[in-house]
């Protein structure tokens, strides 16, 4: 069960990307502040599961249906990006930007040391 | 050109990247090697037994050793190729411990703090034959928060997870608390103390200990054990995940006890013949740390540190062994004096292909 954790990791956050871009509702980005967050998490993670995921038990086509829904997102924030605020509360603009700036920096760290 | 329209192309373009990135960059694990040395038969056996366990596979290295000999077989490796053994180490362990009794230099029943700093800690009372037979209630690693994230840590990362010097070691074993002590429960904290505790008693370190008493008796002279990074060769072999990627090597410092031992399967097949015949090389009864001791319903049946299959599952008598990037797995058919060993550079498991060929050449 523990082998299955990252893929259900990655799998989450590409789809949680996917519904906050394409989601009228629930799920669905507030902001483009949060859309490129969600974006780039699921990216990243996306890219080091390929290091940390074993995909001779899952298949390649695990992959390829990620590398789909992965471009399904972007097509969808790419599209929902003009109708976003680029915050939906300015008032919280410092707290927001260095939640985002933290969430990235562990990111990159997490993405560096699995294709270093 | 409309606003819409052009969005709609960002968006297209953004897509056909994404896309062309992710065909680019699809993951590409180590497929098992098919350059077969050795015996045919044994190769294929090792073959057609990776393909029943999962993850990703590059070499493999196997020795059958019957009353006729040593039968040799690899896929990309030969009996001299380097592996990482794992936690078959332990065996060594206790061998060195069974040693030290039949010296007189220790007793199964002395308390590891007579060897070891471990103040007044649960961890001091427990006795070195509950420590290799995984019957001290130790956890399975050190469990302080620090120690936690290490180990995750460098997991995730591939590398070492156990880089602790013998301060480090006893100071995990003093924070320990014991659980169900005298039911078996693995813990590589319990025989990494063993070993430095038989060090201790023998006035050497661990490696030292393993080379005079095992290894040049035996003639393993491929057999090494750099506990540090430092004493690791630069061109030292290293292995891959369970997912394929490139995995560093564990040397696992005063943790070595447990996992440490690097060989190849020539010399694994030496210790195997060895354990079956009584060879007087050993310096002990095999006998001793083989058989099965304690309550057979305190857990899995074991003996000092060699597990013995409930008489339902078969009549084999084994370990197994994992590090970072690689797996291995020794089982002895006692009865009919065989044994298997298979070595693999993958996480991927090699306890199965070992196990049926087992059965297969029964």
Do not use: C
């Amino acid at each position: 069960m523990i082998a299955w954790i990252p893929l259900i990791v990655v799998v989450g956050f590409v789809a949680g990307f996917a519904l906050s871009a394409w989601s009228p509702r629930i799920g669905a980005a507030r902001d483009r502040l949060a859309l490129v967050v969600d974006g780039l998490m699921a990216a990243g993670l996306l890219l080091a599961g390929r290091s940390i995921v074993d995909w001779t038990s899952t298949s390649l086509y695990a992959w390829y249906a990620l590398v789909l829904v992965l471009a399904a997102g972007v097509v969808g924030a790419v599209l929902r990006w003009p109708t976003l605020p680029p915050l939906k509360d300015p008032a919280k603009r410092t707290r927001r930007g260095w939640g985002a700036g933290v969430t990235i920096a562990i990111l990159a760290v997490l993405v560096g040391v699995t294709t270093a | 050109m409309k606003r819409p329209t052009r969005i709609r192309l960002i968006a297209a373009g953004a897509a056909v990247v994404v896309l062309a990135g992710g065909v680019l960059a699809a993951p590409r694990p180590p497929a098992l090697s098919t350059t077969a040395t050795g015996d045919p038969t044994l190769a294929a056996s090792l073959t057609a037994g990776a393909a029943r366990e999962p993850g990703a596979r590059d070499t493999l290295a196997g020795a059958v050793i019957d009353p006729d000999g040593v039968t040799f077989a690899g896929l990309g490796a030969d009996e001299n190729t380097e592996f990482e053994i794992g936690s078959i180490t332990k065996t060594f362990t206790a061998l060195l411990l069974a040693q030290a009794v039949e010296r007189g230099e220790v007793s199964l029943d002395d308390p590891a703090g007579d060897y070891l700093d471990l103040a007044d800690s649960a961890a001091a009372e427990v006795t070195l034959g509950e420590l290799s037979s995984h019957r001290s209630g130790l956890p399975r690693i050190a469990t302080s928060p620090s120690a936690l994230a290490t180990s995750v840590w460098n997991s995730y990362r591939g590398s070492d997870p156990y880089p602790y010097d013998l301060d480090a070691l006893t100071n995990h074993a003093r924070a320990a608390a014991l659980t169900d002590r005298g039911t078996v429960a693995y813990s590589n904290l319990g025989v990494a103390l063993l070993g430095q505790a038989l060090a201790a008693a023998a006035d050497t370190d661990y490696a030292d200990l393993l080379h005079e008493r095992i290894f040049d008796p035996l003639g393993m002279t491929a057999t090494s054990l750099p506990a540090t990074p430092d004493a690791l060769a630069a061109d030292a072999r290293t292995g891959y995940t369970l997912a394929g990627r490139p995995a560093d090597a564990w040397t696992m410092n005063a943790y070595a006890p447990a996992g440490g031992i690097r060989s190849t399967i020539a010399d694994m097949a030496r210790y195997a013949q060895a354990l079956l015949d009584a060879d007087p090389a050993l310096g002990v009864d095999p006998a001793r740390m083989l058989d099965p001791q304690g309550d057979p319903d305190d857990g899995p049946l074991i003996g000092l540190a060699w597990f013995t299959q409930a008489p339902e599952d078969g009549t084999a008598t084994w370990h197994n062994g994992g590090t970072g990037g690689f797996t291995s797995m020794i089982a002895l058919d006692r009865e009919a004096n065989r044994a298997v060993i298979v070595l693999g550079n993958t996480g991927a498991s090699v306890d199965a292909v070992a196990m049926t060929i087992l059965e297969e050449t029964a």
